[in-house]
């Protein structure tokens, strides 16, 4: 892709001293930003690749690029990242915020107000032309022998245009063509606050203050933001038979006079407490308390781009009972590619276009969507020791409650329902799930008139129609928070000041991070654990993918005592001086346990149909790890036996994120060394001569092993096949700083 981008900014400050005690003061700014990407193989023709012209005419040719095949298992995924992406973003922020200082007694007061307007005018897609992805792990193998595990093939998939069924695989989004409109967002942000600082002894100083926040929903300038009432009877159930029972849950457009989609929370208190004590001259405890709430504009799921009617969205379906194909890739989209709707088709029209064009939808539901927020605390002890060391012992905390994913699937088929199938399979049988009723083909009820407003073609599967929401293949609701955090540390620091010129800093962190959460956009943040059930989101919680328990940082700084007016050499000339003095070096050394491994399940189960996931099996007794140094472990980095796939239609007993294996951690040594030389009349003028070493003793960091359990076209299980993103090897670098 090429990119351009510009950013201009204009602020403006003033303060006054109302009083010798009463300070008032203003500050404001205006800031643009502008982006621009564009793909360099824009302007495709997919009348070339067989597909029809219709086609063309629906992608604008600043985004109309090849579509992406991502072939599974083959060359590493290299087919599988979506390079070919378009965004063009023009951001503009308006921030005014006043405030007044006020000193009275052993009080120091702070009254504020915040004020930020935010407008976001944005487009991006990465699948305007679609992508589409072929036998990945979970999903269907269509040249695979019925039950039969590991056989078939990614690439003869691909060959016959045999694609899966909407996916996330590696953290792209598949099956599906997505043509954004050019959206025009706006943000409104408020916020009081008040502050006291009370000295109250000269040993005692405790803070209190409590600050007031409103954080505008995001509106569209031309109203295009829809929302779901999962109460609502879907518009769908005027066609079914009299006396059927009604179809709930419903997509609507927001009104003129209600322009959010979801509603503005006007209970968002944060209370924030502190008190520093000195137990002596050179002891002091230190604590405090806070909450914080999360910025809605974080959650990327609710920009108005990604609202249906904003993002032209075309669902390919290959499968409907994940064993045989319905369509191939040589025409995806027998309908057309479709443009944004925006409010164009009116209610029922914008109904339609979600069942029975975008199918799986993504959308907030304003009746239920709690704000999430941090609550943060601590206790410090710190203590000045002799020789110039400074030692600081901290426990820290942290509690995150209603965080949200990019999107929470809500029309998961029952657990009941999915033990029931898994009683029915038979693995005696050419085709083990030919008894399960949920595969079973049945009508669509939705197939009216000759034409499918729901689904795919006349028929559809017994599991689909026993799903909460069985007139869409998926119900997803965006930035939902519905997850949680907790954050228990122990940091340690030590501080050493040297005489002359230099210090050095030791801290150790020994820390636990459990949640049932990992990401707000579910394609940045790799190497996460995903959810499994989303009927019990309480079984998903387990160790962070970011938990660290060990961590410690060296970094030093030091001018070596030679040269005139130092401890050696203070008597030499200035010549000599020039040669002998000014010498230096610093550093960084990183020691940090690795990152926990997460699993996942590579043959086909029936719990990934119907709206979950699937994570293997761990062998009761069985001991996880291997034995042996990194080096030794490439090919094996922990016992594979260990693992093994969950029956058809059960879910696998491996948590969320492992709590026993992890990636190599790091080992990182950073070092420098300069030289100063000072120069001209009173040495006004210096040269400094730095040589940098990264990584300097060549240590490989290796990347997480492959950790796709359980299907035999996966022969990397637990090989390490890469180092890790990032890293490199050592790398010397010569600098030069002139000084005047």
């Keep these: 892709c ?247 849950g419903d997509v609507f457009l927001v009104s003129p006079n209600q322009r959010n989609n979801i509603p503005l929370s006007k209970l968002e208190f944060s209370p924030r407490v502190g008190i520093a004590y000195s137990i002596d001259a050179k002891t002091v405890v230190r604590s405090g308390y806070g909450i914080f709430w999360i910025p809605d504009y974080v959650s990327f799921s609710l920009n108005p781009l990604n609202d249906m009617v904003n993002a032209g969205t075309t669902t390919y379906s290959g499968t409907v009972d994940g064993t045989h194909p319905v369509s191939t890739i040589a025409l995806p989209f027998p309908a057309g590619i479709s443009d944004p709707p925006g409010r164009t088709l009116g209610k029922m029209g914008t109904q339609q276009f979600l069942t029975q064009v975008v199918k799986s939808i993504t959308v907030a539901d304003p009746s239920d969507h709690p704000e999430g927020y941090v609550q943060q605390w601590n206790l410090d002890l710190q203590r000045e020791l002799p020789s110039d060391f400074f030692v600081s012992a901290a426990y820290v905390g942290a509690k995150g409650t209603h965080l949200a994913q990019y999107s929470q699937q809500i029309n998961q088929i029952s657990d009941t329902l999915l033990a029931q199938a898994a009683s029915q399979v038979n693995p005696t049988l050419p085709d083990p799930r030919q008894d399960v009723t949920l595969v079973q083909s049945t009508p669509n009820p939705f197939f009216i008139n000759g034409q499918a407003l729901a689904l795919t073609g006349p028929t559809t599967t017994v599991g689909q129609l026993l799903r909460p929401y069985p007139q869409y293949a998926g119900v997803q609701l965006a930035g939902q928070g519905s997850y949680d955090s907790i954050y228990h540390s122990f940091q340690l620091s030590a501080q050493k000041r040297f005489t002359g010129a230099g210090s050095l800093l030791v801290a150790y962190t020994n820390s636990k991070l459990i949640s049932d959460t990992d990401t707000i956009t579910s394609w940045l943040e790799t190497g996460v654990g995903g959810i499994q059930d989303n009927n019990n989101l309480r079984g998903e919680q387990s160790l962070s993918s970011q938990d660290v328990p060990q961590r410690l940082v060296i970094s030093y700084v030091l001018d070596l005592p030679f040269g005139k007016g130092q401890k050696y050499f203070a008597y030499v000339g200035s010549t000599a001086d020039k040669i002998v003095g000014g010498w230096g070096f610093d550093g960084v050394t990183i020691f940090q346990k690795g990152f926990p491994l997460v699993f996942t399940n590579g043959q086909v189960n029936g719990t990934t149909l119907f709206g979950g996931g699937s994570r293997p099996n761990t062998v009761p007794h069985c001991d996880t790890s291997a034995p042996g140094n990194p080096e030794s472990r490439l090919t094996e980095w922990f016992n594979t036996a260990c693992f093994i796939a969950p029956a058809d239609f059960t879910f696998g007993n491996e948590p969320r994120v492992d709590p026993r294996l992890r990636a190599e951690g790091v080992k990182n040594f950073d070092f420098a060394i300069f030289k100063r030389t000072r120069f001209g009349r009173d040495e006004r003028f210096g040269v400094e001569f730095r040589t940098e070493f990264f990584n300097i003793f060549n240590q490989t960091q290796f990347a997480p092993p492959n950790t796709i359990c359980c299907s035999a076209t996966n022969p990397n299980f637990g090989v390490i096949t890469a180092t890790a993103p990032g890293t490199n090897p050592r790398l010397v670098q010569f600098a030069l700083k002139m000084l005047f």
Excluded at 160 to 185: C, I, K, M, R, S
Excluded at 229 to 245: G, H, V
Aim: aromatic share 16%.
């Design 2 to 248: 090429s990119e351009d981008y510009h950013s201009e900014a204009l602020a403006a400050g003033y303060t006054h001293s109302v009083t010798p005690t009463m300070v008032f003061g203003v500050n404001a700014s205006i800031s643009r930003f502008s982006y621009n990407r564009n793909p360099k193989n824009s302007g495709f023709d997919l009348t070339t690749i067989g597909w029809p012209a219709s086609y063309n005419a629906a992608i604008p040719s600043e985004m109309r690029t090849p579509p992406t095949p991502c072939v599974a298992n083959f060359a590493d995924n290299i087919m599988c990242t979506q390079g070919q992406s378009f965004i063009q973003d023009r951001n503009t922020q308006f921030y005014l915020s006043p405030s007044l200082s006020k000193l009275q007694g052993h009080h120091q007061y702070q009254l504020g107000f915040q004020f930020e307007v935010g407008r976001d005018n944005y487009a991006q897609s990465n699948v305007a032309s679609a992508a589409f992805d072929f036998c990945v792990a979970g999903q269907a193998c269509f040249t695979a022998l019925p039950g039969v595990s590991g056989t078939g093939s990614s690439f003869a998939d691909f060959l016959l245009g045999y694609a899966d069924n909407y996916n996330n695989l590696e953290n792209h989004f598949f099956a599906q063509a997505v043509v954004p409109a050019f959206t025009a967002g706006q943000q409104i942000y408020r916020a009081f606050y008040f502050d006291d600082s009370w000295h109250a002894t000269t040993g005692l100083t405790l803070s209190v203050g409590l600050r007031y926040d409103l954080q505008g929903p995001w509106s569209e300038r031309f109203n295009r933001l829809s929302y779901f009432d999962p109460t609502a009877t879907n518009y769908l159930t005027q066609y079914l038979p009299a006396n059927s029972a009604p179809v709930k």
